[in-house]
């Protein structure tokens, strides 16, 4: 389980510097069917830059499994990560599967993860399964 945490943090720090790259850069988005319509996000967090979350939450509407704070490399990037905790190598490596949003997006998917938030990077959390919320971990 480490092992595979450690190639997503590996396979993330591309996306980063692909999903925070200048926009003369980047790549349009494909278009996805969100499990979330735009009128049901609502502001449950201060903004707080944005976040990467893969399409296992935002599209199939799994809560968030495991998140991990890193020190932002741009001051738009919260340092925020988060996976659903069953992508597999090669879905993380897939920079479709994705994508760049803002933490309180995310907290509208998940809002068990509010609470730790404010949390200041270097942190990572693991979902205690059958429960609301989340346990320390290392990364």
């Not at 502001?43 to 893969?54: D, H, I, Q, S, W």
């Not at 270097?122 to 429960?131: H, I, L, N, R």
């Amino acid at each position: 389980m480490r092992r595979r945490r450690l190639l997503q943090m590996f396979s993330v720090a591309v996306l980063i510097k692909l999903a925070f790259a200048d926009a003369a850069t980047t790549v349009k988005p494909m278009q996805k069917k969100f499990k979330l319509r735009a009128d049901q996000i609502r502001e449950l967090v201060r903004p707080m830059g944005g976040a990467l979350a893969t399409d296992r939450i935002t599209v199939d509407g799994l809560p968030v499994g495991y998140m991990y704070r890193e020190a932002p490399d741009r001051p738009e990037d919260s340092g925020w990560r988060f996976f659903a905790g069953n992508e597999d190598q090669a879905y993380v490596d897939n920079l479709g599967n994705t994508s760049v949003y803002s933490v309180n997006t995310i907290a509208n998917y998940d809002p068990d993860i509010i609470g730790y938030l404010e949390t200041p990077a270097p942190c990572a959390f693991e979902k205690v399964q059958g429960s609301h919320t989340y346990q320390p971990v290392e990364r």
